[in-house]
């Protein structure tokens, strides 16, 4: 393996990286990696195991970041197996092979499970330890069929004898299902409502005759023949195998597993089980005694054993919060690390605010009165700066909630005290309107505000920069262009970046990069459920504005409504003196063809229904001069509607506009329609949200039907997470979020609190060199020393 290096190198720099499929001087990272390992294949005593690796590298280039997280994990694990010298001494009873050894040491796998248990992702012993079961069946919750009861509530074990299905004259499908035990049978019928034979035949498939069934269920007598039947049933099919003496006796309560196909569960079964009996002992602690003891935590090798295996529902119970503790303590735990290194390593210049200064002139001229939830974050941001620890902050506010006067406020601390600030913003239409703003409230204040765009011409970006390194400007304003190599601050000392989870952690380290040490605010008006939060920004302290300027009444949102219905809306509306969005989808992922299905609406309905009114259209595919331009109009009030792409979403500010019809609403998440919604709502004008949906289904219909319940978008954001999981709903490959073997942090949202606070608390008052076992948990960053050894 001379190559060895090569590749070591290669995998540091892919790492290094973030996994962007980098490319070198001949080939990308994938290439290098396909070849090589071919070359491998073509060397190696396992040339099947290595096919399976490189079937993960020929989806490389076409995979999500953590996906080639997992990937590269996966080539160095089975390189550390191939280059491993392990002796297999068949003689030698009491050999103990590594715990990161090849698999096949494990008593009843030969070469051919472990390729199966290979495309499992299971290599080595530790690996079977840690692919924790689906769920669990108790078998001593069974009641046999001769034992049944009527009334009673309970479960019966069996396998599906026959299935008959026939159609009432009535249109009601029916489903009848034999089970049998040993001791006898029933009945099971299943209804399908406004069924035909046909839907009826391929329901009978989720039946297959001879396979296991687990049912649970209420026994009643059947009206019709007079015999014991099940109402109100749930159920799960298993595999043929499922109630063999077999797995009888190895727990009461039985692990269920995601398998691969032809890998017998009995067998994955047994595996686990010599895995655990040879390994147990060698599983030690990670998280410190005092905390275990505190949270009543099992040792970490009886958590392993029992999450398996348990002796009782209860100790189950015990292990899943054991091995759900240690995991989200682990990653808590790193996060408060990185916080207290960047607390020590980098000091920030404290910044006092003065009586009749900047910051207190501007909240005294503002023509409102700042809600108490602002004044809060206000005074939260200002503690922050007024110290010598950097700031850290994420700030939450709902649509509306005004972050923009908070933030500006921000920016003026920093002038205040002789320093520059910044604002960035993920799109161009939003930087510039908050240079408008800025313009409006300081430019009285005799402060120069300058705006940088990478649309902008070359001269006035020229002009900008002398501007910015001369300190001629106090603030800028500007999308990311703003933190390009060539841009210069004189010195820089508060930055505010607007709906932060459009920026990558790399772009505001190069931000920080601008300047010394500036204090740096990131707003979001995206809801982030807190659990999210803290798990994905666990270094940012976090500050919620959850309260929206006073008079504001609640959009009124419908769904559902015919056509006509919003159309009149619309017009009365308009007719009232005010305007109105229409908002189209994004359509398969692209901006080009939304663009043209709103290109083509717009000329519709200035053809058809409103051939009256003045209508602009706005999209992505426009120059950004020419979206100001729209956009612009519209604030003036020479469009009556605005047709419009996804591009309106963030932060967009025209308080006139009173309606939003947002079409094929089941196309958006919740958090994305709660934002296109806080498009009106902006004033204290009564406004109205119309979702409207083609041929939804009802499961979506429940789903958009949050949006007419509430307006808070907390609640939306957690019901969004709940819905569609950590990463769609932060919809970015790049998320951040960690890899979380057995934490659901929805559903493990109270031990994930606990979690944190514990590491945090450890933080402060524990020294993590005092706790090896720890501090190696949580030093594991990826790169090619793993796969050399150092
Ligand atoms: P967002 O939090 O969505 O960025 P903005 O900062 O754009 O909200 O504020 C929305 C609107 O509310 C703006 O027109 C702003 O001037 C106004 N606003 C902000 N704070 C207050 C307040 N305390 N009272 C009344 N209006 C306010
Ligand atoms: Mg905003």
Redesign the pocket.
């Known amino acids: 393996m001379e190559d060895l290096e090569l590749i070591q190198k290669a995998i540091n720099v892919e790492v290094k990286n973030k996994y962007i499929n980098i490319r070198g001087k001949k080939q990308y990272f994938s290439e290098f990696m396909k070849s090589h390992i071919r070359k491998i294949i073509k060397q190696s005593a396992f040339p099947e195991r290595w096919k399976t690796i490189f079937q993960c590298f020929d989806l490389y280039s076409t995979s999500t970041m953590p996906d080639r997280k997992k990937y590269i994990e996966l080539f160095v694990k089975v390189m550390k197996l191939e280059l491993k010298k392990e002796q297999h001494k068949a003689d030698d009873e009491k050999f103990i092979p590594a715990i990161d050894a090849d698999v096949t040491y494990i008593k009843g796998v030969g070469p051919k499970v472990a390729l199966k248990l290979n495309k499992i992702g299971i290599f080595t012993p530790a690996d079977l330890l840690f692919y924790f079961p689906r769920k669990h069946i108790d078998y001593s919750q069974r009641t046999l069929i001769r034992n049944l009861q009527i009334g009673q509530t309970t479960t019966v074990f069996g396998y599906i004898k026959a299935v008959e299905s026939f159609v009432t004259p009535k249109g009601l499908g029916v489903m009848k299902v034999r089970i049998a035990d040993e001791t006898g049978s029933i009945n099971i019928n299943f209804f399908y409502a406004k069924s035909s034979k046909y839907i009826l035949e391929r329901s009978k498939r989720q039946f297959p005759q001879g396979a296991g069934i687990v049912i649970s269920g209420t026994v009643k007598l059947n009206s019709y023949d007079g015999k014991y039947t099940l109402e109100n049933t749930t159920y799960s099919i298993m595999s043929e195998d499922f109630l063999t003496k077999d797995n009888l006796n190895l727990a009461r309560i039985v692990p269920i597993y995601s398998l691969s196909e032809n890998l017998n569960i009995k067998t994955l079964r047994k595996a686990i089980y010599n895995a655990i009996q040879t390994y147990k002992d060698s599983i030690s602690n990670v998280v410190p005694d005092y905390l275990r003891e505190k949270y009543h935590l099992l040792d970490k090798k009886d958590a392993v054993e029992q999450i398996h295996f348990p002796n009782s529902m209860e100790m189950l119970e015990k292990a899943k919060f054991t091995l759900i503790f240690e995991e989200l303590f682990l990653v808590q735990l790193k996060l408060a690390l990185i916080r207290k290194k960047n607390r020590d390593e980098h000091k920030a210049l404290p910044l006092h605010i003065e009586r009749d200064g900047l910051v207190n002139r501007f909240i005294k001229g503002l023509p ?4 108490s939830a ?1 004044k809060r974050a206000v005074n939260e941001i200002l503690n922050d700066m007024n110290s010598t620890e950097p700031m850290q902050r994420l700030l939450q ?9 908070v933030a500006c406020i921000m920016l003026l601390a920093a002038v205040e005290n002789g320093y520059q600030a910044a604002l960035m913003a993920p799109t161009e239409i939003l930087a510039q309107q908050h240079y408008n703003n800025l313009v409006n409230w300081l430019t009285p204040m005799g402060l120069s505000v300058g705006l940088f765009l990478g649309s902008l011409g070359k001269k006035v970006r020229e002009q900008f920069g002398t501007g910015l390194r001369n300190g001629q400007i106090n603030i800028a304003v500007g999308t990311h262009a703003l933190i390009q190599e060539s841009v210069e601050f004189n010195n820089l000392g508060a930055v505010v970046i607007d709906e932060q989870h459009r920026f990558g952690v790399n772009q505001r380290l190069m931000l920080r990069k601008k300047a010394e040490n500036p204090q740096i605010l990131t707003m979001t ?1 995206t809801p982030i459920p807190r659990t999210l939060a803290i798990t994905m920004n666990g270094d940012l302290d976090l500050t919620i ?1 959850d309260e929206l ?2 008079g504001r009444k609640p959009i009124i949102t419908k769904m559902g409504i015919p056509r006509k219905q919003i159309y009149q809306l619309i017009r009365d509306e308009i007719n009232a003196g005010h305007q109105a969005y229409i908002v189209y989808p994004l359509i398969d992922e692209s901006e080009t063809l939304s663009a043209k299905a709103a290109t083509k609406e717009a000329q519709r309905l200035q053809e058809t229904v409103f051939s009256d009114l003045k209508i602009g259209l706005l999209h992505g595919k426009l120059k950004n001069s020419e979206k100001d331009e729209v956009m612009e109009k519209f604030k003036n009030k020479e469009y009556d509607i605005l047709v419009a792409t996804t591009v309106v979403e963030v ?1 967009v ?1 025209v ?1 006139n506009a009173t309606v939003i019809v947002i079409e094929n609403a089941e196309r958006f998440g919740l958090s994305q329609l709660h934002q296109l919604r ?1 498009r009106v709502g ?2 204290d004008l009564q406004s109205y949200c119309i979702l409207t949906t083609s041929g939804a289904s009802q499961d979506v219909r429940s789903r958009l039907s949050v949006m007419t319940e509430t307006n808070d978008g907390f609640v939306i954001a957690e019901k969004d997470l709940e819905i569609r999981g950590p990463g769609e709903f932060l919809g970015v490959r790049q998320s951040g979020l960690p890899d979380l073997l057995i934490s659901d942090i929805v559903r493990d949202a109270k031990i994930l609190e606990i979690a944190r606070s514990a590491a945090i608390d450890f933080v402060n008052s524990h020294n993590i060199e005092n706790y090896p076992k720890l501090k190696d948990s949580t030093n594991l960053t990826l790169d090619g020393t793993l796969l050399l050894g150092t």
């Open positions: 409102f009165e700042l809600t602002q506010g709902d649509v509306g909630s005004g972050k923009t006067v008006a504005i300027p006073k932060g500010d308080p806080g902006r004033c």
